[in-house]
């Protein structure tokens, strides 16, 4: 059996992990025992009060043999929404980088940005050869307003200051630009809204190789349908910008769990460092 202290620290661990950073009352609050009973009486026999005698459950595996197998349903493309069309419109009138920014400040499109603290957009040169995309700001980007700042955050930068780059060289971005709530996952809906914003960046940083940090920042800009581990270390084509070379690798979050898996990544980096010589004419 735990100790208590110890079972009081696996449910602090827990909340943080679902995303709880504050407390709002100084003592506990049974908000189910508040909730009113219906006024209309139940029917005749029934009491809710009542223990009901059931079948305990069993391990004995069910027969499923008369069931058809499932069917897998095609993948859907999501419509675009109003909002999609008015980020769509407005990511196209922005003549520089410091202007999209300033649209973004404004724009309401994105359902995230009521929960997040502030937008996260990028960090980095707006003149470099090489453009690095993530997947979503986290709790440190979200307070600071920049991209990768956090423990994954400084795990790249140190990764990049190793083959010789530094924040003059790279720009950095993500997918979405605010915060999802306790770090999930975005939907493909905000991921939707956020692309056109994602794409105009591309156009107006012009960068020669681009970098996808993870598998969902280079799932939904080229297209693939491969697991991360086969896209890595590869020349992908980026659909809409012919010319601009780019490669996916491993997200720094997921090497910090995994830290055996930081030789690939080393390896991906150096194909990026050569192709970055050879386009400069050092090889």
């Known amino acids: 059996m735990r100790?208590?202290?110890?079972n009081a620290e696996i449910l602090l661990e827990w909340?943080?992990?679902m995303g709880v950073d504050e407390t709002i009352a100084?003592?506990?609050?049974d908000w189910l025992s508040e909730i009113p009973r219906a006024e209309q009486p139940l029917p005749k026999g029934i009491d809710v009060d009542a223990n009901v005698n059931r079948k305990p459950l069993t391990r004995e595996r069910a027969d499923l043999t008369h069931l058809a197998a499932p069917t897998r349903a095609a993948p859907v493309e999501l419509p675009a929404s109003n909002d999609v069309m008015a980020a769509r419109e407005l990511a196209r009138s922005a003549k520089s980088l410091e202007e999209l920014r300033a649209l973004l400040e404004s724009f309401e499109g994105c359902g995230l940005k009521a929960t997040a603290s502030r937008l996260c957009l990028s960090r980095g040169s707006p003149s470099a050869p090489l453009m690095l995309i993530g997947?979503?700001?986290?709790k440190d980007e979200d307070r600071l307003g920049q991209p990768f700042v956090g423990r994954a955050g400084q795990l790249l930068d140190r990764m990049l200051a190793a083959i010789g780059l530094t924040e003059a060289d790279f720009y950095i971005t993500n997918i979405v630009f605010w915060r999802p709530p306790g770090n999930r996952t975005p939907s493909p809906?905000?991921?939707?809204v956020c692309q056109p914003f994602v794409?105009?960046?591309i156009e107006l940083l012009a960068p020669r190789i681009v970098v996808f940090l993870g598998n969902a920042a280079a799932r939904q800009l080229t297209g693939a349908t491969e697991g991360i581990m086969k896209l890595r270390g590869k020349w992908l084509e980026l659909p809409g910008h012919p010319g601009v070379r780019a490669m996916a690798t491993l997200h720094p979050a997921y090497l910090l769990r995994t830290p055996i898996a930081k030789r690939l990544a080393w390896r991906d980096l150096l194909a990026v460092r050569a192709a970055l010589d050879a386009l400069d004419g050092r090889s």
């Open 189 to 192: 809906e905000e991921v939707l």
């Open 15 to 17: 909340y943080r992990a």
């Open 199 to 201: 794409e105009r960046q």
């Open 26 to 29: 100084d003592e506990t609050r």
């Open 3 to 6: 100790a208590p202290s110890e």
């Open 135 to 138: 997947e979503a700001p986290g």
